[in-house]
Nanobody, 114 residues
Framework: VQLVESGGGLVQAGGSLRLSCAAS????????MAWYRQGPGNQRDLVAG???????EYADSVKGRFTISRDNARNAVYLQMKSLEPEDTDVYFC?????????WGQGTQVTVSS
């Protein structure tokens, strides 16, 4: 199973980025797909998630600024990030969850300059 993230980079505060996560060897449409970011220490904090039924959830800090979506035909999930803030700087990970199974991507760096 592979989850390959792309779209990270350096952006000024107030700017936008779109992260992509391409899944292989799983049908992402059957999975809960999510974006996490690496918080302080070793924990990863949920940024946004989308269920197989397309229900979405967001961290309070990104509500109204970030949008998660999926494209089942492309077996991909996206995170549209707008009004980025320096506090959004982090490594963002794509995750696919089904029951007790969790798969992770390698992460993509997002850096927001002030």
């Amino acid at each position: 199973v592979q989850l390959v993230e792309s779209g990270g980079g350096l952006v000024q505060a107030g700017g936008s980025l779109r992260l992509s996560c391409a899944a292989s060897e799983i049908s992402a449409s059957h999975f809960y797909m999510a974006w996490y970011r690496q918080g302080p220490g070793n924990q990863r904090d949920l940024v946004a998630g989308i269920s197989s039924g397309d229900s979405t959830e967001y961290a309070d800090s990104v509500k109204g600024r970030f949008t998660i979506s999926r494209d089942n035909a492309r077996n991909a999930v996206y995170l549209q990030m707008k009004s980025l803030e320096p506090e959004d700087t982090d490594v963002y990970f794509c995750a696919a969850k089904y029951g007790i199974l969790t798969y992770w991507g390698q992460g993509t760096q997002v850096t927001v300059s002030s």
